[in-house]
């Protein structure tokens, strides 16, 4: 008596698997759309994300040119005085070697 009740026991389970076994796929495609919208929505974020990445990005780039410009003008800034100086230290030296030479001519005299 034992074996019936037990071919019988296997046998209900069988059935009660399978049947869920059939049910879930169809549990899934009724979620399907929210799984979905889901991923639509989790895509309209990761955009938003990336958006705000490259605005940011975008920002820090306009300031480094800023920079730059700025580093430039400095450069030139210096170059300038830099000419400046040499300029006038060339133009003492060779006032010198003038007068050096005015003092040879007078004495040659």
Do not use: Y
């Not at 019936?4 to 495609?29: N, Y």
């Not at 979620?31 to 975008?58: F, G, N, T």
């Not at 800023?66 to 400046?84: S, W």
């Amino acid at each position: 008596m034992s074996r019936p009740i037990m071919l019988v026991f296997l046998l209900v389970i069988l059935i009660v698997t399978s049947q869920f076994e059939w049910r879930q796929p169809l549990l899934e495609l009724d979620a399907s759309p929210s799984l979905s919208q889901k991923h639509q929505q989790i895509a309209k974020r990761e955009d938003a994300v990336k958006e705000k990445i490259i605005l940011s990005q975008e920002r820090h780039i306009q300031r480094l040119n800023e920079l730059v410009r700025t580093l430039q003008m400095q450069l030139l800034r210096c170059k300038g005085q830099e000419n400046e100086t040499r300029n006038a230290t060339e133009t003492s030296r060779l006032s010198k070697q003038f007068i050096e030479l005015e003092r040879k001519h007078i004495v040659e005299d």
